[in-house]
T-cell receptor, first 113, second 114 residues
Framework: GESVGLHLPTLSVQEGDNSIINCAYS??????FIWYKQESGKGPQFIID?????DKRQGQRVTVLLNKTVKHLSLQIAATQPGDSAVYFC????????????FGSGTRLQVQP | DTAVSQTPKYLVTQMGNDKSIKCEQNLGHDTMYWYKQDSKKFLKIMFSYNNKELIINETVPNRFSPKSPDKAHLNLHINSLELGDSAVYFC?????????????FGPGTRLLVL
């Protein structure tokens, strides 16, 4: 079936650097995308979302970019902090029809002090 | 103040036992979900209820039976537990908006079957 996948399983960055986490999706019918952060022992936590009619959305220290042509999603974290260390998931669904999220396999972000 | 809560947080049990996990959301959402996260961190939908009606039922063994007494609660009962059921089970909720919706997750229930 269609799936959402990530390019890198583990990303290690220095504190203060910018981080970029990538995600490829294959369902061209998807029109809503979400990034979640999962810390150890906790549930996924919403970070930022983007709809398919946009190509960029900014939050506090985070930016999501959507390239529908190549079905690619990225999460940029500015000035990465130790508290950003977690597993990051991209997820997608469609505004109509099946409402369950399809998750990618996750990228572990490790922030080195 | 917890938006989506689950009990218990940890569940250790023997093979063959029957157990239940409970979930409650106080966000006023109309849809609730159960996801399973395996040892490789992969999250997969199991069930979804909208206003107490089952709307998604993935290929899950019929030993798993969800039940929604009201739209704020979604429980998961598992019969005849097997080793392969060991995983983290997450409850989530969302509100139907017809334009994509964010799902909010509970803290998870860590099930270990011995």
């Amino acid at each position: 079936g269609e799936s959402v996948g990530l390019h890198l399983p583990t990303l290690s960055v220095q504190e203060g650097d910018n981080s970029i986490i990538n995600c490829a999706y294959s369902n061209s019918a998807s029109d809503y995308f979400i990034w979640y952060k999962q810390e150890s022992g906790k549930g996924p936590q919403f970070i930022i979302d983007i709809r398919s009619n946009m190509d960029k959305r900014q939050g506090q220290r985070v930016t999501v970019l959507l390239n529908k042509t190549v079905k690619h999603l990225s999460l940029q974290i500015a000035a990465t902090q130790p508290g950003d260390s977690a597993v990051y998931f991209c997820a997608e669904n469609m505004a109509t029809g099946r409402r369950a999220l399809t998750f990618g396999s996750g990228t572990r972000l490790q922030v080195q002090p | 103040d917890t938006a989506v809560s689950q009990t218990p947080k940890y569940l250790v049990t023997q093979m063959g036992n029957d157990k239940s996990i409970k979930c409650e959301q106080n966000l006023g959402h109309d849809t609730m979900y159960w996801y399973k996260q395996d040892s490789k961190k992969f999250l997969k939908i199991m069930f979804s209820y909208n206003n107490k009606e089952l709307i998604i039922n993935e290929t899950v063994p019929n030993r798993f039976s969800p039940k929604s007494p009201d739209k704020a609660h979604l429980n998961l009962h598992i019969n005849s537990l097997e080793l392969g059921d060991s995983a983290v089970y997450f409850c989530a909720s969302s509100q139907r908006r017809g334009q994509g919706e964010t799902q909010y997750f509970g803290p998870g229930t860590r099930l270990l079957v011995l």
